[in-house]
């Protein structure tokens, strides 16, 4: 007596359309990221290098190429090396190497740090204005 239709918008249909606009989402947020981090990171960029808390050295970048080593009186040393505006942990005696791993730093905000040695790198941007990145 009464023929069955179905919906009006088939399941079919509705999985491919939540599937495109996810998609379509999911595109439209990588593409903002990657916009927002090939941005220039900003002016008045330095690099703060830390030994066990404390304030060990700031350098302006760019900064000409240098590599600084960083022992502690047991003989244990991190090497970091400045280079072409970026800065990294060369070399440590540390077991993991999680620092070196870390490889190299160039945006504000970016931190190295070695536990064992208690050694951080950290670039900082002191700009009056606000960085999307690291806000």
């Known amino acids: 007596m009464f023929k069955d239709e179905g919906p ?13 606009a996810l998609l379509t989402l999911f595109l439209v947020s990588l ?5 927002l981090q090939g941005s220039p990171a900003g002016e008045n960029m330095t690099v ?3 030994k066990s808390g404390q304030l060990y050295r700031v350098i302006p970048l760019p900064a000409p190429d240098e590599d ?3 022992e502690d009186p047991g003989g244990h040393y991190n090497l970091v090396e400045i280079k ?3 800065v990294r942990v060369k070399e440590a005696d540390c077991p993991n190497q999680i620092c070196v791993k870390t490889g ?10 070695c536990a064992p040695n208690k050694v ?3 670039i900082k941007c002191q700009s009056d204005r606000v960085d999307t990145i690291t806000y």
């Open 104 to 113: 190299w730093l160039s945006k504000p905000g970016q931190i190295s740090f």
């Open 84 to 86: 072409d505006g970026r």
């Open 8 to 20: 009006a918008i088939s399941v079919k249909k509705l999985d491919h359309f939540l599937t495109i």
């Open 120 to 122: 951080k790198v950290v």
């Open 48 to 50: 703060e290098i830390y």
């Open 31 to 35: 593409a903002t990221f990657c916009l």
């Open 68 to 70: 600084i080593k960083i």
